[in-house]
């Protein structure tokens, strides 16, 4: 059910993945060892929101309706900032002992998911945690962040907003608020995404990555 752009069961089908994704992931993974090269990056930055609204707007299988187009496309962002982009380190939880926690999700569907472990990273001066989960069951090939923020239901998406980090060795990341995106339930009711807990709710304004309209 997860991937680069959404995390979310449709009505029908199981994971969705987009093109684009391997687009996304090839400069996720540019970016993910240390603070972006401000240039450079926020080039990738608009690329990468190019690709998303064209595959958006004609895949086959793309979260947004036909019909709702219209309204959803071009995708809203925040403008890019570098200053947005924190490096983070990964405290890991060991196998044996990762928690399965049960998230609400859009449906009202219990998802069963398992903490993977903490990112600690300093933002705005302030310190501050993302826990990193897993669907339980599944082989821990990406972390999945979904977070709150004090703009969620105001600016943003008021069940949250997601982000995706691949594994590194290093246990060193940068959690990328402007690659934070939608669910796909923002786009469609037929998708069943699961909320972001309490744990997860930062106590600062994130804005950067998508919004609402």
Not at 22 to 32: D, E, F, G, T, V
Not at 137 to 164: A, C, I, S, W
Not at 179 to 186: D, E, G, I, K, S
Not at 193 to 211: D, H, M
Request: glycine share 8%; hydrophobic share 35%; proline share 11%.
């Amino acid at each position: 059910m997860k991937g680069a752009g959404g995390w979310g069961l449709g009505a029908r089908t199981g994971s969705v993945r987009l093109a684009a994704a391997a687009a996304i992931a090839l400069a996720l993974a540019a970016c993910s060892s240390g603070p972006p090269d401000d240039s450079k990056y926020l080039g990738a930055i608009e690329r990468e929101r190019q690709a998303k609204d064209a595959q958006f707007a004609g895949a086959a299988n793309s979260p947004v309706p036909p019909a709702a187009r219209d309204r959803f496309l071009p995708l809203a962002y925040y403008p890019p900032d570098p200053a947005w982009a924190a490096p983070a380190r990964f405290e890991p939880e060991p196998p044996e002992r990762r928690a399965r926690v049960e998230m609400q999700t859009s449906a009202n569907k219990p998802r069963l998911m398992e903490r993977l472990g903490t990112l600690r990273f300093t933002l705005q001066g302030r310190q501050l945690s993302l826990t990193a989960f897993v669907e339980a069951g599944q082989p821990p090939d990406r972390l999945f962040v979904p977070f709150m923020d004090e703009t969620t239901g105001k600016e943003t998406y008021p069940g949250g907003r997601y982000l995706d980090l691949e594994p590194e060795a290093t246990g060193i990341y940068v959690v990328d608020f402007n690659r934070a995106y939608n669910p796909y339930c923002y786009y469609s009711a037929s998708y069943d995404c699961p909320f972001p807990p309490r744990e997860n709710r930062l106590p600062i304004a994130i804005r950067a990555g998508e919004k609402t309209r």
